[in-house]
């Protein structure tokens, strides 16, 4: 018995038990359905008799239109290059007009996705490149990219030993009930992963000077390095007497473009890290009162993850930030 046929079999069984049983609702509790469906079915068996209740046959949905043709996706490239603004709908409409080719938006977006031509950062790139072959225009972007052909990708922030470069940032934990305003400063080694992290009384330039002269300058004598660079965006906490306080360590402070936090990905990610993994969970566990309860938590975070956790990145390799860090002092 086919599927079909169940079905049938069971709505025709329903309707002749409601004719038993006198009763449509007790019929469809038994069956489980409702009156509406009942009765759905009972208008159809009315009008088409018995075979009315066999299920409706529907047609499957027309699948993709055919590809367009070769030559008419070239024309849509031509096009999509000459034009490298135009948006599909454009396109579309061009071919149209021009050269009475009606072909839908969706399917112009479909051939420039195929050959890589789907935004308009794409479309002037190539456009770019075709004028420095032929006219010898070079715009800003294409001599970065003829740069970076010849010399490889650009440089990233990167350091060879502890001290070399640190990245500085704070961020705002929150103002709590008792304590006020939050702010938290964080150091993290380009060279090892190394993080420090501490709570500011303020978010002033002077604070964050305080930091470095008492804070992560002994931590890296400590460590036997010595800290040579740290690098910064530019918010007000990283001028005036922070700047003073570079000078007079001897250490060389530079900034970061404007919005390009990702210069910065260091102490970025790091500071992701302490948020999701110790504020929100601390947060959630106890009720704080004073500054130096929250440092006493945030100096264990720390040293888990200075101490205990391997980073499998590739400057560390499965190893801890403070097997590095702490190298130079152990030998």
Not at 108 to 120: D, E, I, N, P, W
Request: proline fraction near 4%.
């Amino acid at each position: 018995m086919t599927l079909d046929e169940k079905i049938h079999g069971m709505r025709l069984h329903v309707i002749r038990r409601a004719q038993v049983l006198g009763n449509v609702s007790r019929a469809c509790r038994e069956a489980g359905i409702s009156r509406a469906l009942f009765y759905r079915w009972q208008r159809r068996c009315a009008r088409y008799g018995l075979d009315g209740l066999h299920p409706r046959r529907h047609h499957a949905r027309p699948g993709r239109p055919v590809q367009v043709a070769p030559e008419i996706e070239r024309v849509i490239l031509s096009v999509a290059i000459s034009a490298a603004t135009w948006g599909c709908g454009r396109i579309a409409g061009h071919l149209l007009h021009r050269w009475r080719v009606r072909v839908a938006p969706s399917t112009v977006q479909r051939v420039l996705r195929r050959a890589g031509l789907a935004t308009r950062r794409a479309r002037l790139t190539v456009l770019e490149h075709r004028a420095v072959q032929t006219a010898g225009l070079l715009t800003e972007r294409t001599r970065r990219a003829l740069w970076q052909a010849r010399h490889g990708r650009t440089r990233h922030v990167a350091a060879q030993r502890p001290g070399e470069l640190i990245c500085l940032d704070t961020f705002y934990v929150g103002q709590l009930k008792g304590v006020g305003k939050v702010w938290q400063i964080t150091a993290c080694d380009a060279a090892c992963s190394y993080g420090v992290a501490w709570l500011l009384p303020a978010h002033t330039a002077e604070a964050a000077a305080h930091f470095l002269r008492t804070i992560l300058v002994p931590c890296y004598r400590r460590a036997g390095w010595r800290l040579q660079r740290v690098l910064t965006d530019g918010g007000p906490e990283f001028h005036g007497a922070f700047d003073e306080g570079c000078r007079q360590l001897g250490i060389r402070h530079t900034r970061t473009k404007p919005r390009h936090a990702w210069t910065n990905g260091f102490v970025e990610r790091l500071q992701g890290t302490i948020l999701q993994e110790h504020w929100r969970v601390a947060f959630r566990r106890r009720y704080f009162t004073s500054r130096a309860a929250l440092q006493r938590t945030l100096d264990a975070f720390m040293r888990g993850y200075n101490h205990d956790r391997p980073h499998q990145g590739y400057r560390l390799r499965g190893q801890t930030p403070a097997a590095l860090f702490w190298g130079a002092a152990k030998a």
